[in-house]
């Protein structure tokens, strides 16, 4: 097993902990999202890593006769992967949040209060 394999690894034995009170019905979906929230966490911390190892922000691409910079594609592979972990992760919020209240039997104060 390599590094990365662990440090996922790693990361799904901690969000497992953080969801482990689920019901039977949704714990395959959740099982599914937290090996990919891991992934995604530990493949945008290997991103970053490699961003503050560049010398230079910028790539010089040359077409024929013409020179063109822009942004390393880092960047966007970045933003990108931290887009889809912050994705993954409200998924989860949002299927436990979904468990919680119909796990309940009474209605929340603040939900009573608001409605």
């Given at each position: 097993?390599?590094?990365?394999e662990k440090r996922i690894n790693k990361e ?104």
């Amino acid at each position: 097993m390599d590094e990365r394999e662990k440090r996922i690894n790693k990361e799904i034995k901690r969000l497992k902990k953080l969801y482990k009170d689920i019901p039977d019905s949704k714990k395959e979906i959740i099982k599914e999202l937290i090996n990919k929230a891991s992934f995604l966490l530990i493949l945008s911390q290997d991103i970053e890593s490699s961003i503050k190892k560049l010398d230079n922000f910028v790539v010089v691409t040359v077409n024929a006769s013409q020179e063109f910079t822009k942004p390393n594609p880092l960047f966007k592979e970045y933003r990108d992967t931290v887009k889809s972990y912050q994705t993954v992760i409200k998924q989860l919020n949002d299927l436990v949040k979904g468990c919680e209240h119909s796990d309940r039997s009474e209605p929340d104060e603040l939900e009573a209060f608001i409605k």
